[in-house]
């Protein structure tokens, strides 16, 4: 069984990120950034064409709908609803730490969901990497990604996330030599990703010299999960203790310029903070080949699919003019040239 704690954790998490301002006190960097617009620019949007293949899946789109949740009922209702988007879209997408399923594989259908609502979808398991080191090995690994049919394994880092949680796992010594077993001995890629504190160019560096396919900045702006630990703890003094995390991090933009910069074939993924198309758009410019967007999304589900679909139409109708004012036609010309620093 899994413990009601770990059904609780879920659920209070679903709860504060719906209920609560749980934003970052820092922004995620792509203000600084501005596009150059094209007044003459000689194609039609309807020529526009945002589509892309990643990990032999074909993606009308690239919009992750970042990994959240899974675990409990409720948690399976949304990964229903974010699950039939992604197949109506065209898109990526990653479920929540599957721990609770590998516990307990009763639950292996709050995860198993999303792959009956999005059959053609690119599905990304995810696994927090910390478990690696509590004794998790390639065989809970591998019933993560068989538990969906999964296209690649998440391992999710989130050190600041573990020390702030009051049943937290905070052994993080040798991790990046178990990462580099499973990237060996995986059948499917490994990604790895922040949850909201970003990935800066030293981990980066580690991470892809470990073997993983690619990375997901996850970088600070957007959902701060020193904020939603801080409405889960009941001590007054350590949530005040907490609350001082609020502008940690390395903000999206930045995770990801200086990575690009370092390392312009590394496959990168940006999420942390994405509000729209246009910061969407901005993280493709700079280099992203998906951008990842996880609380927005959560709550346009909470209204329900016509919400959910109605906000992911418009992000990508945004990207769409993004693309046509530069003058792009494809994802590959839409790079670091439709796009400056302002001053
Ligand atoms: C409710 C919720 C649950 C999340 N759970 C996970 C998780 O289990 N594993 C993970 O890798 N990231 C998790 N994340 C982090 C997101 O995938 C994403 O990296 C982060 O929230 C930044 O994106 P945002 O600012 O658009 O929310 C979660 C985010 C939210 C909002």
């Given amino acids: 069984m899994m413990d009601t704690h770990t059904a609780s954790r879920k659920d209070d998490h ?11 006190a820092l922004t995620n960097g792509f203000e600084a950034y501005r596009f150059l617009h094209q007044a003459l620019p000689e194609i039609d949007l309807e020529e526009v064409d945002t589509s892309l293949t990643l990990f032999g899946k074909r993606l009308r789109a690239p919009l992750l709908i970042s990994s959240m949740t899974g675990g409990t009922q409720k ?35 709050t995860f198993r969901i999303a792959r009956q609502e999005a059959p053609d979808a690119l599905l990304f398991a995810n696994l927090g990497a910390v478990q690696l080191n509590m004794r998790y ?29 009051p049943e937290g796992d ?9 990462i580099e077993e499973i990237c060996t001995k995986l059948h499917v890629p490994v990604i ?37 630990e801080m409405y889960r703890q009941r001590d007054p003094q350590r949530a005040q203790m907490i609350l001082h995390f609020q502008d940690w991090g390395i903000p999206t933009a930045q995770c990801l310029v200086e990575i690009k910069q370092k390392f ?3 496959c990168l993924f940006a999420s942390g903070g994405l509000q729209n198309g246009i910061d969407m758009a901005k993280s493709l410019a700079l280099g992203a080949t998906l951008g990842g967007i996880a609380g927005p999304l959560l709550r346009a589900a909470n209204e329900g699919y016509d919400q959910l679909s109605k906000l992911i139409s418009l992000i990508l109708e945004e990207l769409r003019i993004c693309m046509f004012a530069t003058g792009k036609k494809t994802l590959t010309e839409f790079d670091k040239s439709v796009i400056a620093q302002v001053q």
């Fill in 75 to 109: 948690a399976a209702h949304f990964n229903q609803l974010l699950a039939r988007a992604a197949q109506e879209f065209g898109l990526a997408m990653g479920v929540g730490s599957q721990r609770a399923a590998i516990e307990d594989p009763s639950l292996e259908d």
């Fill in 192 to 228: 790895s990703k922040e949850v909201g504190w970003g990935i800066g160019v030293t981990a980066a560096q580690q991470l892809l010299d470990a073997g993983v396919a690619a990375i997901d900045v996850a970088g600070a702006g957007g959902t701060s999960w020193s904020q939603v």
């Fill in 264 to 266: 312009p074939n590394a």
């Fill in 137 to 165: 090995g390639i065989s809970e690994c591998q019933r993560a990604v068989d538990m969906l049919a999964a296209d690649a394994l998440i391992l999710h880092l989130n050190p600041l996330q573990e020390a702030l949680q």
């Fill in 14 to 24: 679903l709860r504060i990120n719906l209920e609560n301002e749980v934003k970052s």
């Fill in 170 to 178: 905070t052994k993080f010594r040798g991790l990046l030599r178990r």
